[in-house]
């Protein structure tokens, strides 16, 4: 119990920073390489083989199948002989179309990678602090000194 009253009286203190200048001895640039994704459209010309339209096949079907249907049924059964006969007809009579070829213009998304040499990545630093020399990798190169947030905290 003793410990955790302890602890929270001495949080303040070990959250606590303290500010510092250290002297660069040195800050080399790091280089390397960055991949860039980009997407493109790619279009192509690809042949497609299509049916063609044959309207005269399907009236001239349809008219034939509704006649032939007439005939057949008989009594109430007629207009539906009739209907289902049109209908028919006009399926048969629509087949007599023709194949054809034609270019289509086909395109799709594709990503192209690219590889960037030389971007900078930061700076390797070498400084000196309290006798000690120390490194770091920083974004930006720090100057003639370099700012440390120095934590504190008691040993057990």
Do not use: W
């Amino acid at each position: 119990m003793n410990k955790i009253l302890l602890s929270f009286l001495l949080l303040p203190l070990i959250g606590h920073a303290e500010t510092f200048q250290a002297n660069v001895i040195s800050a080399q640039p790091v280089y390397g390489v960055r991949v860039v994704d980009i997407p493109m459209e790619v279009c192509e010309q690809v042949q497609v083989e299509r049916k063609k339209e044959n309207t005269a096949g399907t009236v001239l079907g349809a008219i034939a199948g509704a006649a032939i249907g007439n005939q057949i049924g008989k009594g109430g059964g007629s207009d539906v002989a009739t209907v289902v006969g049109g209908v028919l007809g006009a399926q048969v009579g629509g087949r007599g179309g023709q194949t054809e070829t034609v270019t289509e213009n086909r395109c799709r998304t594709v990503t192209r990678s690219y590889k960037e040499q030389g971007v900078l990545r930061g700076f390797d630093v070498v400084y000196k602090f309290m006798g000690r020399t120390y490194t770091a990798r920083v974004s930006e190169h720090p100057g003639s000194t370099i700012t440390l947030d120095v934590y504190h905290s008691i040993a057990q």
